[in-house]
């Protein structure tokens, strides 16, 4: 199956998983399928696979012709993980590869790149409401450079901010050169990232609400896992993976009164090799975490 869109971490998720005959399995993030097929190539296993962008289940319909009845595809926001699985079945394992994946990015209409000419748009999904050239074309100085600091981190975000006030003045917004343009003039990098990089990320977290999607599912997830599932999420920068770090955290104190245990299936996240951040630069931030739901007598008798 041609997939342009390289999946991170690929072997480290599969190992993490550990897919066996019989399960089912929750990909919450379909993109390319990339992880789908690997997992349903690795076990006679079903695959329930979640996207909220339409065009993944374009995608998911070739997955479909191939696996059949081992494979479905739902698509929705994860965040609404308790309305888009069937009610009462617990799974196996979830995966989670947070972000946008190659297709959105390289697809100029989808307004996520700042290298294609295309409307800055950046919504994974029509029904979300503000695109990003609303936001830079109604947003404050100060609402701007807020979201730029915050999600992208990006130590010129006042300067952009005030920027792109001035700049709209003449005419809004409308396309993604236009903005990628202004940021180069005032950030200079000298490690071979694009000057946008920052402020277009800040701005597509914000635009798809991705920090609160993620917060939202995390506290969802275990009541569709059974013992002995487990949850494997890759991040790509640290608001996300602070998240995960928390929800940990978090639901392994809730646990403590229960017969349930949380255990972290590796003390530390995993990254990509250099091999890896090689072929694919886009995995070069990439922290996978893995944790597996127990019944908590086997912690005290590891213990
Ligand atoms: C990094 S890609 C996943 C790539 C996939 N693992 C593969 O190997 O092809 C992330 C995908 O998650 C989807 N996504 C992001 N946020 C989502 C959300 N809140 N709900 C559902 N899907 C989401 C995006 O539309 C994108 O297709």
């Not at 990320?201 to 635009?207: D, H, K, P, S, T």
Request: glycine share 4%; hydrophobic share 40%.
């Amino acid at each position: 199956m041609t997939n342009t869109h390289i999946p991170v971490l690929l072997q480290e998720v599969l190992q993490a998983l550990s897919p066996q005959d019989d399960y089912t399995y929750i990909d919450a993030t379909f993109g390319g399928g990339g992880y789908t097929e690997a997992i349903l190539n690795a076990a006679n296993c079903k695959v329930i696979a979640i996207d909220r962008d339409p065009d993944a289940e374009k995608r998911a319909q070739l997955f479909k012709q191939k696996y059949k009845d081992r494979f479905q595809f739902i698509q929705g926001p994860f965040s609404d993980i308790d309305t888009l699985l069937p009610k009462d079945t617990l799974y196996n394992g979830i995966v989670f590869d947070f972000g946008v994946s190659s297709f959105q990015l390289d697809e100029a209409n989808r307004g996520f790149s700042f290298r294609l000419n295309g409307p800055l748009d950046m919504r994974m999904s029509k029904d979300i409401g503000l695109t990003a050239a609303d936001i830079v074309n109604i947003y404050s100085a100060e609402e701007l450079a807020e979201i730029i600091w915050f999600y992208g981190e990006e130590k010129k975000s006042r300067i952009i901010a005030r920027a792109i006030v001035e700049q709209r003045k003449t005419k809004p917004f409308e396309t993604t050169l236009e903005l990628a343009e202004l940021v180069r003039k005032f950030v200079k990098r000298h490690d071979g990232l694009d000057p946008a990089t920052l402020t277009f990320q800040a701005l597509r977290i914000f635009v798809n609400n991705e920090l609160i999607e993620i917060d939202t599912v995390l506290k969802k997830t275990l009541a569709h896992l059974s013992v002995g599932g487990k949850v494997v999420t890759v991040t790509f920068h640290a608001l996300e993976d602070r998240l995960i770090k928390n929800w940990i955290r978090s639901d392994h104190q809730e646990l403590q009164h229960s017969s349930y245990a949380l255990k972290a299936l590796f003390s530390k996240p995993i990254c990509p090799s250099i091999e890896e951040v090689k072929n694919n630069p886009r995995s070069r931030s990439a922290k996978l975490r893995a944790v597996q739901l127990i019944p908590a007598k086997s912690v005290r008798s590891a213990s």
